[in-house]
């Protein structure tokens, strides 16, 4: 699978994994498969939950249309719109739908096990085309290294970065 938006020029590795542990977990869309995949720890994968609630308390994202995106490439995208779903270029909804998203997912993540993923769609958006998957890992996952095709092999976070 390649990635649609190719890293900036002056976006070192480093900063790239830097980013990617900023926002708690690896984000990437399958096209084919029509898929939204985060990838993380559960703790990581807590950090999805508070960006859409950060997303929402924004007064420039209140207005249909309005978009913001995340992440080293900016992959990820979110945006408010009047239908919630997942397509191939975001993550959109009302506020209140977006609110409803993050709230569903605090909620699946809280009895979330390593190895179990959490498939989102029926009860955000059950006319979606996409689906989101929530790809549970180990606690102390990188999601640096979920990054297979610019970074490599996958790791383990640096004990001084666990913090």
Known sequence: ????????????????????????????????????????????????????????????????????????????????????????NAIRGSLVALTHLAELIEVKLASAEPGSPIRIRAEFAPDSRYTLVLDVRADGFDPASADRERLGPPTSVPAKEKQ
């Open 1 to 88: 699978m390649r990635l649609e938006i190719e890293a900036r020029p002056e976006m070192t590795e480093e900063r790239i994994k830097q980013q990617w542990r900023e926002l708690g977990f690896f984000s990437e869309v399958d096209n084919e498969k029509r898929v939204w995949t985060l990838t993380g720890s559960r703790a990581g994968l807590l950090y999805f939950p508070d960006l859409l609630l950060g997303y929402v308390a924004d007064p420039q994202n209140a207005s249909d249309g309005a978009t913001k995106r995340y992440g080293p490439y900016g992959s990820l995208e979110v945006m408010t719109w009047p239908d919630a779903g997942f397509n191939g």
